[in-house]
Structures are given as structure tokens and as C-alpha cells.
């Protein structure tokens, strides 16, 4: 039976709308005028508050099987979930086995049956000595590959030099399929680790631990990723840029045409290592958070089309090791857990810098919605509201005010520095493929998410 679902404030090509969106079976039919819902359709009423197309993490790290203590499907896609994102691409690492191979994907595969909320698809991994696995894993359909310049963190993970880059570039050429890549190379993390440590710095104090990663580890792997984006004329997508000073040598490089493509995450857009409090190891990432003006350079270049997107990079572990009963930033596991917070965080953002809530509501969807559904090949299906796609659709009311308390946090530790922020905005309802999954009043039967593959 055919739904409709209807608001003052439907986010439509023109911008937010009254408007109505007409579901047939999963998918969205058509998008009518707010007056114009069939007789025969089962209409969904929701007054003022803002319709969205189901937004899209392509930056997660799901951690199953193998670290499930850590996080996981089921506490993931449900955190997913309570912040409007319908579908999440996982990352290749923190999982064991690695997604390295076709074996290691069918683990995940399994792993992940009857436990996802929302619609799911898995990066594959290239690695040191992995490149003769490549073709077969990309014939599964997954989307594309995820590779690291430094140690990941994951010895299973091994990062790849510019040799490594060449042999995977080599057989993702004439694919279509993006190499997203962790753009900080080894050298000058190694170099300036080395000088802090024998100058004796205090590695409580976050000021050391953003020193041990100077920009120009980002800026040194960027300035290698567009000379190959550009040699193998294959797209290079950089997961997590936080230095500001990569900009100018991507913004020359999209110029020329160079198939380079960037993304950033919500906390390089919220926080600033300025306010970062010592010893706070819920707020090591990597790279790290830099300082204010380098925050307020990165919204610049997202408002100008030159950074595509934005993604949670959602990395948690367990809350032991993050060590912060002795708040060293070199011992603390990196990754911060954020997912489900995404919307509001950046909404609260926004509205602070003055943009007005359809500007807003125009962005946020293009940034966190179409450009991420995109990179992960999933374009017809997901990020937005056409004929077609998935009816995934986010309920969002702007005006709501909030103050993040554990409590707000379905993934499985309930550590994170958002923690006592306080937000403008919450998602109320979100829908998978016209199905309820979540409101506010809880979950709803039971997961029906399904993986994404490309045909
Ligand atoms: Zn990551």
C-alpha cells in the first residue's frame, strides 16, 4: 500500500518545501505538491518539522567480528539510527580478520545478518601485499578501497608507501571504484615524536600530542595523492582531512581536473585543540583536532564546494583504552565516538554562523547525504529524495534544544567528547526503505537493514 509522507518543510531540489513524498513499496514514487496525497495512501503528517533524505556515514568503523567488545552492528546501525543516518559504509580495519580478501568480507557478511538497523556496505582494505586479492574483492560489489601512508594502528592493517599506492591504483584504474586513502605520512609524525620525546614533553598535555602530528604529515601525503590521483587518472578520495594547509594544493589540484576527492569529519568542524582540555583522550583522533582558525579555514572550504563531504569517522574502543585515569596522549587508543550526533552537531554549528535553516538544511543534506552516497557508488539509491531511491527519510525538528548525556548514546561505550554539549536540533523518526526504525519513543520491531552492493 502506497504511503505519503508530508511536511511543511520537505527537502526538495528547490530547497525546503511544503511538499508531500509519495512511497510505493520501499522506494519513493514521486514527489508531489503538499495537497496532492492519493486518497488511497497512508498518510504520515508531520506539520513543520524538516524532512530529510536519510543521511549516509561513508566513515565507520563497525569493529565486527572479531572486536565486537568494541563495537558493533547491532549497537552501531541502532546509534546510526537515532541521528537520521540510514546507511553506514565500514571501514576495512579494527575488525578481524581485516577486509583484506573475499574470505575476510563473507566473515563480515555473516557477522552482520539480522543485526543492522539500518542499510550497510563495507569498504574493502588495500594493504602491503594484498594487491593480487584486489579484482576479486572488488567483484563482490563492494565500493571501493580504503588504504593508510602510517601504521594504522592495526597490525593486521599493514599501510602502504608509494609503491603500494601504484600496485593498488594499477588495479583499481578503469574501475570506477574510489582509493580512499589516510593522507598523513610517517616521516614527520616519526620526526617530531622523536624530538618530544627527547626534549621530555609532557604527553598529558593535548598541545604535544598535536605536535606529534604536524599538517605537514597531511600535507606531504596530499601533494603524493595528487600527483597519482593524476598519473592513474583513478579517483583518490582523502578520508579526514583536518589540516587547513592542504587546501590551496587541493584547491589547485581540482583546478586542473585532478580526480582527488576530500572529506571532512563533524569534529574537526566542532571542536578546536584550543578548548581540548588535557589529559581528555575521548578527543584523540587522528590526524588530531587542530586549532580554531584552522576549524574556521575548513567550514570555508566546505562552504565553497572544495572539501565534498562530511562523515563521523566513528571509532570507538572499549573506555580502558583510552587510559584516562593517566590522560597520556601517546598511550590512548585514537578514534572518537560520535554516531548518531552527527545532524544536530553540525546544525548547532550552522546556526551559530548565522545560516539560515534552509541554507542549512540544503548543505547538510548535500554534504552528509548525496556527496557520501556518491563516493560509495550508491547514488541511484540513497541521498535523496528522487523517483526511485530508497524512501529513507530523517525527521528532523530544528528547534529542539538538548544536552548530550550518556543516555542520548546507543553505540556500545558510552564515552565521547560530546558529552555535556549542548545541541539545537534532534532527529525524531527515522525510516529504512519506508519502514520505521526508530523514534523517539524507542526502536522499532526488529532490523531490517540490508548490505549495499553495486550490481
Ligand atoms: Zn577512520
Redesign the pocket.
Known sequence: MAQAFRSTRVLTPEGLRPAALLVEDERIASMRGWSEVPSSAILHEFGDYVLLPGLVDS?V?INEPGRTEWEGFWTATRAAATGGVTTLVD?PLNCIPETIDVEALEAKRAAAKGKTWVDWAAWGGAVCGNSEALSALAATGIPGFKCFLIHSGIDGFPWVDETGLRLALDKLRGTGLPLLVHAEVARPVEAATASLRAAGADWRKYSTYLASRPDAAEFEAIALLIRLAEEFQTPIHI??LASAQALPLLAEARGRGVPVSVETCVQYLHFAAEEIPDGATEFKCAPPIRSAANREALWTALEDGLIDLVAT?H?PCPPKMKRRDEGRWDLAWGGIASLGLALPVMWTAMRGRGVSLNTAMERLAAWMSTAPAKLAGLAARKGAFVAGADADIAVFDPAAAWKVTADNLHFRHKLSPYLGVELRGRVLETWVRGEQVFSQDGFIDQPRGRELVRP
Open positions: 566513515h568503523h571501514m578520508v579526514h569517522d571509532s
